[in-house]
């Protein structure tokens, strides 16, 4: 955050204010964490806070401090759209792109308060008076970090706001191993820890809370992924009819597309999830090393995101949409060859 931005905002807080606090739809570990860690932090500093996310998220997340107070738009539409209008500043994290927040969209479009972005997704849309956006950055929970410090308040970080942030980090480095992973990533996380994030208690809190229903999903999606190795490449496909015999619950097939990566010598990993309600195949890309999931998702998918993580959608079948993807993956055969 350059001194100029952190002068508007510090301008923006010097009085008591009423904030709003979204982040994107189907809101995940970093865009929780980083809202809530935000929201106890402006709380602490006298404002009126709340967040608003679009929709329900998983319960593995339920535990982070101030989950309770969350407001789920999609359940409670007027009521959330009245705290949003009635602020007298918008915070939106962890995405840049206004159609990111779902059904909250059409709230945000009519928000008159001063809008102040934290994201670090590629290409921001200008919707914000304050952008603080930086690519480079692993997280937005290490963006809401940096925002604290800019605001001269790196020392009252209490313990509820230091696991939220910690836990944002956590999910948003795939436990601090992605290449976004800094040494500064490692020097925030160590002061969390210092201000009372109690680390080893959030990962078993993250990543050991598997159902059987969740494992046998996990088993049905390795079976049915397919190694191409003259492309570096391996996917995943999950039909309706895979989740539904295994009682799928949201955030159930989170993190399954890494597990391409784990292969040696597979750089690029998908897994394509079909969602029969919203007539769609929803995508995840991943990556490792410098080709671009980001522009692949873009150029082809309908979609986005960073250099080694991207979401993207089809509107063909499942077999359509991968036959589409494996012939795509020829004119990439050199760049994946790296
Ligand atoms: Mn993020």
Same mark, same amino acid.
Do not use: C, H, Q, V
């Given at each position: 955050m350059n001194l100029t931005q952190a002068q508007s905002v510090q301008q923006l807080l010097s009085r008591p204010q009423k904030i709003a606090i979204v982040p994107h739809k189907n809101p995940d570990g970093d865009a929780i964490g980083s809202s809530l860690g935000l929201c106890h932090y402006l709380q602490l500093k006298g404002h009126e806070a709340r967040v608003i996310v679009p929709n329900d998220f998983p319960k @593995?997340?339920?535990? $982070?401090?101030?989950t309770q107070e969350i407001l789920i738009y999609e359940w409670d539409q007027s009521n959330a759209e009245k705290v949003i209008l009635e602020a007298t500043v918008v915070f939106t994290l962890d995405f840049n792109d206004l159609s990111r927040s779902g059904a909250v969209e059409k709230s945000l479009q009519k928000v008159s308060a001063p809008i102040v972005m934290i994201d670090h997704h590629q290409a921001p849309h200008d919707y914000a008076s304050i952008t603080y956006s930086d690519v480079s950055m692993s997280s937005t929970a290490e963006m809401v970090y940096n925002f604290i410090e800019a605001l001269g308040d790196?020392? $009252? $970080?209490?313990a509820d706001i230091a696991n939220c942030l910690y836990a944002g980090i956590l999910t948003d480095t795939g436990s601090f191993k992605?290449?976004? #992973?800094t040494s500064r990533t490692h020097r925030v996380v160590a002061d969390l820890i210092d201000k009372g994030a109690s680390n080893s208690e959030i990962h078993n809190r993250i @990543?050991? #809370?598997?159902t059987p229903d969740r494992l046998h999903l996990l088993g049905c999606a390795l079976n049915n992924m397919v190694i191409l190795p003259e492309y570096n490449t391996a996917y995943i496909t999950l039909s309706q009819d895979e989740l539904d015999a295994n009682h799928f619950r949201k955030g159930d097939t989170e993190g399954f597309v890494n597990y391409g990566l784990t292969l040696e010598n597979i750089r690029f990993a998908v897994i394509f999830i079909e969602n029969r309600d919203e007539g769609i195949i929803k995508i995840s890309f991943r990556s490792e090393g410098e080709f671009s999931v980001n522009e692949f998702a873009r150029a082809h998918f309908q979609g986005g995101g960073h250099t080694n993580a991207a979401g993207g959608k089809s509107e063909l079948s499942m077999e359509e949409t991968t036959s589409r993807f494996v012939a795509l993956l020829d004119q990439y055969k050199s760049e994946l060859a790296k």
């Open positions: @593995f997340l339920k535990w $982070i401090p101030g790196r020392e $009252i $970080i209490n992605f290449a976004s #992973t @990543f050991d #809370t598997n």
